[in-house]
């Protein structure tokens, strides 16, 4: 057996303390603890889509129905003598309406029963018979089948959100109401059809004659107003900052404000178009050009950071090419840098189109607010959007109100939705990548 202790050498012993074997040790538990994040990152992305669709699926629940209304046949006999020729704006279409409803329940009697009797039709059946009698005065002496909006209660009833079989004292429609539905329901007479209204009229006391139009017509004005101020001021500043401004102490102090308006809230904007756009210069309250103009500060400076971004992508090669073959600073930004960055910029407008679009607070703060009936026609005219409609029937107390405001978010988000597509579609289509 070979000794070397005996030349002086010691045994030969394996370092426990090699690098290699440090690394396999913590080599495990490197791996469990990628392992782990990989969960939590998985668990965090599967919670925010369950929360996503669990809210989606509310909203729809809530708000499909809205796109239905039950309307109720009547034959009605344009009476002469309620329908006098010289005087057919102002004449008793109301009364024609409940005189309908007489001839077709004979039977019912006492001012109690006959009250709730007319409750079953929406008081829009005289304002329809109204329209319909001053575009055709020739109707006066006939007798015609016209398809009226029921009630809200009886809607509601009949889509299902009412439950019959309560008792009596905890229903809005009682026994001899439930038993006049079901007799126009068996004779054809109840039936549920696409809600135009819905879409075709301005806001309403009643739920079941209120519609968006006036509400997306406003907010179209007020994009429009924001689109045409922010994106050519926006991309301007922009280009400027990028391209020509010196890089100095002021430029510096500009950026950093610009960074600091995309964070401030939205009501802060709001405040300070009360405050300026208002009551210094005395524009019209409640108007989609004082509404453009709100937003078009609290857009301005998304439009920017997204420009600046985008003309920091163009390769400095490009301008150096320009400049090489002797073309000027500005030709070099205008037929070379600007077209290039077009895309990322008009990506970036969308985006922040889209965020104006869902703006509530800012609009409050100027008045937008107002309940408006008619269609605005102009960008000066009264009116409000699409998210304050929203927000004023959420504070309704009917329960028809609250499928319209689900419904009304659903038009909201398919906007939306649209918008930010196009914003995906533009840039996948021309972006450039270098």
Known sequence: MNN???????????????????????????????????????????????????????????????????????????????????????????????????????????????????????????????????????????????????????????????????????????????????????KGKLEKRFNTAFFTNGDSREPELAGIWGAVVGSIYTLAVTLILSFPIGVAAAVYLEEFALKNRWTDIIEVNINNLAAVPSIVFGLLGLAVFINFFGLPRSAPLVGGLVLTLMTLPTVIIASRASLLSVPPSIREAALGVGASKMQTVYHHVLPLALPGMLTGTIIGMARALGETAPLLMIGMVAFIVDIPGGVTDSSTVLPVQIFLWADSPERAFTERTSAAIIVLLAFLIIMNATAVMLRKKFERRW
């Open 4 to 186: 070397n202790t005996g030349n002086g050498l010691k045994p030969v012993q394996q370092d426990q303390n090699r690098p290699i074997d440090i690394v396999n040790k913590g080599l495990s538990r490197r791996y469990a603890a990628e392992r782990r994040f990989r969960f939590y990152g998985l668990t965090a992305i599967c919670a925010s889509l369950l929360f996503l669709l669990l809210m989606f699926v509310s909203i729809i629940g809530n708000g499909y129905s809205a796109f239905q209304q039950t309307f109720i046949e009547l034959d009605v006999f344009f009476d002469p003598e309620m329908l006098p020729e010289s005087d057919l704006a102002t004449a008793d279409y109301p009364g024609l309406v409940k005189k309908t409803l007489r001839e077709q329940f004979p039977d019912v009697s006492g001012r109690d029963n006959l009250r709730r009797l007319y409750a079953l039709v929406s008081i829009g059946a005289g304002f329809d018979l109204q329209r319909r009698v001053m575009e055709s005065p020739d109707l006066i002496g006939q007798k015609q089948s016209i398809w009226f909006p029921a009630d809200d209660d009886v809607d509601m009833l009949v889509k299902g959100h009412y439950d019959r079989n309560l008792p009596e004292s905890e229903r809005r429609l009682n026994n001899e109401q439930l038993a006049w539905i079901d007799s126009l329901s068996q």
